[in-house]
């Protein structure tokens, strides 16, 4: 996830809002002109161009001279967590490849935690703080194809999430029966929040190691499976994962609790893969009701995306106070046990967990296949998006799903482009959720061939499975699978705010077309009624066309709602 709004939320106060404030007397014109000042201001806010800076290329870009030369293959991640003042200390074995040869290597870790010391070959490294970026200087000469492992001990109190899972970090808190229950959320902030690492979804280790220490009787459900559980002397116990598969560091998670467990097993397309379930003790019963749409969820998927990626490493849905999240293979749930999203939601969306469909789409979208770059973050959220419109086909039907699907487009905003500047750490539009699951699906009826559609679904994830990937190989890999150019359908979508529009009129026995809005040479196919009730596929483009109509009366011309365009009829009055 990162957002997963049903409706993705405006932060601070939109100028929507502003203008529906009351006020407590009469509005004088003084009144007017402060309300018109305010929401003019708001505007401005909202469409002042972002000013990126040094520190936002530090962490956003994967190929400046302290990232580019090597390659993680592995973090041994040991970290102990003290809830009575809320702090954490320990200590990251960041294993690499040498790329290329190099003397200096950029670790990141945010303020206000600290970097203790580095450790490499046995010697101490020295090391420079630039915001929240670490360079350490090598003193051995790191030769192409060496494998090396650098370690950075560490300590202090963790950023506090204040608005978890969309403002990260730490979130120290309590359950209903007020025992401490400590979780992490990091997407779009980044892992670096609470552990030192080479903080870019661009590269991911092959396997991680998770040690994590608490305070009796606390414990701890991490990612992958527990190998080890240790009682210490101290009072406290270590609870030892590993994932045996890539990750990206943002998918790890601390949630740290007192837990009920219980397990099962799904029969799926590569044997049988294991569900552990981690309720609150006292949400147990709830969880048994509840949990049972993993089972249609993964039968859903597997069969419109391929086998669940982490067989390896089990599935579990563990029980947090926020809303959730899709850590790998350790999924994140707070929807209350309850259908759609915390009691919101529309139609079919009521009849399905939005958290358990929505977290778990992103195995295959986001943690199997993961965007190297958070401009591209699209490739999670919308494909995620639109893995709900695809549990709601394989529960109701494909009619009424499209039905559903074509009902949430009042809730695109068009207010930005998708995808904003690459290399800064910058997300686009919120629209990457509703509007990128519009694209999606009108993409389906393009290739109008549901086999094909699936087959190119079911190849993306053979193919940049346990990869990490620009979004353009993505669009790439779709136009030449459906056997079709679709540069001009992702540039529209994706890349302006512009929803195109189809203009026709009626003249006599023919129906004349053209898209306006749209970007230069989009040349989009669209499917029409030229003869009732069948609807026929035309091409138009920005010049005026004709096809010939056979229809009793231009009533009943339709242009496929399937299609995420606008309609206008331009035809003059007579």
């Known amino acids: 996830m990162r957002r997963e709004l049903l409706a993705v939320a405006v932060v601070l106060c939109s100028a929507t809002e502003l203008a529906a404030q009351v006020p407590t007397r009469p509005m004088t014109a003084a009144d007017s002109g402060r309300q018109r000042a305010r929401l003019d201001s708001v505007r401005r806010a909202q469409a002042a161009p972002k000013v990126y800076t040094h520190a936002d290329t530090l962490r956003g870009s994967f190929t400046t001279p302290g990232r580019a030369w090597w390659d993680v293959t592995f973090y041994d991640l040991h970290v102990a967590i003290d809830p009575k003042d809320s702090s954490i200390a320990g200590y990251n074995g960041i294993s690499y490849r040498v790329l290329k040869p190099s003397t200096e290597l950029q670790i990141d870790l945010m303020t206000p935690l600290e970097v203790d010391s580095m450790v490499q070959d046995g010697r101490a490294v020295r090391f420079r703080r630039d915001s929240n970026a670490f360079f350490a200087t090598l003193a051995a000469p790191q030769r192409a194809g060496e494998h090396k492992t650098i370690t950075v001990y560490y300590h202090g109190k963790p950023r506090v999430a204040t608005n978890p899972p969309w403002q990260g970090g730490f979130t120290w808190t309590s359950d209903s029966l007020g025992r401490p229950w400590v979780v992490t959320t990091d997407q779009g902030m980044g892992a670096s929040v609470w552990w030192p690492n080479k903080d870019t979804q661009a590269d991911e280790p092959d396997s991680q190691r998770i040690a994590l220490t608490l305070p009796d009787p606390m414990m701890d459900v991490s990612n992958g499976r527990l190998r080890n559980t240790v009682h210490n002397t101290n009072g406290t116990t270590t609870y030892e994962w590993f994932v045996t598969n890539p990750i990206n560091n943002y998918a790890i998670a601390v949630a740290a609790g007192t837990y009920a467990h219980y397990t099962e097993s799904f029969n799926g397309l590569k044997g049988k893969l294991t569900l552990d379930f981690w309720p609150m003790d006292y949400n147990l019963a709830a969880a048994h009701r509840q949990f049972v749409q993993a089972r249609s969820m993964l039968q859903c998927f597997e069969y419109w995306f391929g086998p669940y990626p982490w067989y390896a490493d089990g599935y579990k849905l563990l029980e947090v106070p926020n809303t959730g999240m899709e850590h790998q293979s350790a999924v994140s749930y707070g929807n209350w046990y309850q259908n759609g999203y915390r009691k919101r939601g529309t139609g079919l969306a009521l009849q399905w967990d939005f958290i358990i469909v929505h977290e778990s789409a992103h195995e295959w979208w986001g943690n199997n296949i993961t965007a190297k770059d958070q401009a591209d973050m699209w490739v999670h959220e919308s494909f995620a998006n639109y893995s709900e419109q695809l549990y709601t086909e394989c529960q109701f ?51 109008n061939d549901d086999d094909k559609w699936r087959a190119i679904l079911h190849g993306l994830q053979q193919t940049f499975g346990r990869q990490t990937v620009m979004g353009k190989q993505i669009e790439e890999y779709i136009s030449k699978q459906a056997g079709m150019d679709l540069s001009k359908v992702w540039d529209q979508y994706l890349r302006t705010t512009m929803v195109p529009t189809f203009e026709y009129r009626f003249a006599g026995d023919t129906l004349r077309y053209r898209w306006t809005n749209v970007v230069p040479g989009f040349n989009m196919p669209l499917k029409v009624t030229l003869d009732w009730p069948d609807f026929a596929v035309i091409h138009p483009t920005e010049a005026w066309q004709a096809s010939p109509l056979r229809l009793a009366n231009s009533a009943d011309f339709k242009v496929d709602q399937n299609f995420y365009v606008i309609t206008k009829d331009v035809t003059a009055p007579q």
């Open 397 to 447: 039907g494909k009619d009424a799903a499209a039905q559903w699907l074509i009902g949430n487009r009042r809730g695109v905003r068009n207010d930005r482009p998708i995808i904003p500047p690459y290399q800064v750490n910058a997300q686009g539009s919120g629209d990457m959720y509703g509007k990128g699951g519009q694209l999606l699906h009108t993409i389906r009826h393009i290739v």
